[in-house]
């Protein structure tokens, strides 16, 4: 009996896809991408101005990169993710491609459909590849579930109407409800 081929996939085979086609790419896996909702995009946009604006009025160094952003999180061709929003904080990571190496924070905003790969997969790729701080955001229950993996690892879940304190800037919280007013 002849042992069955395993097809690994590589970031060659993201780049083949049609134009308009996504996906992510984790472990030789390829895992294909829906398009986002309204409240998702509305969520993205008013999530990358606040981050964005806390980082300029602050002369900070990091940049922050919305989907699609390709992110390189290993030294191979076997994983590509592109984080909802991804923060940068060395710049030496960034290339005309993208990300090579963790960002320093990462936020997920959950689908049904992407629910068991943000909060698992991703979750533990993160969290191996480097990221300090990782955020999934469900809509449909109006939670965010934070991680920070630095020192004392720790996570918390918040409602959107709570101030969620960003662990990677000190003193510096974020409320997802005045966001969306």
Known sequence: MQAQKIIKHTIEDIYALPDGQRAELIDGDMYMMSPPGRLHQELVSQLVKSIGNYIDSNR????VYPAPFAVFLNADSHTYVEPDLSIICDKSKLDDRGCNGAPDWVIEIVSPSSRRMDQLIKLIKYREAGVREYWIVNPEKETILTYFFEGEEDSIQFDFTE???VRIYDG?????AELLK
């Open 60 to 63: 900070g160094e990091c940049k």
């Open 163 to 165: 101030d969620i304190p």
């Open 172 to 176: 510096w919280s974020i409320n997802v």
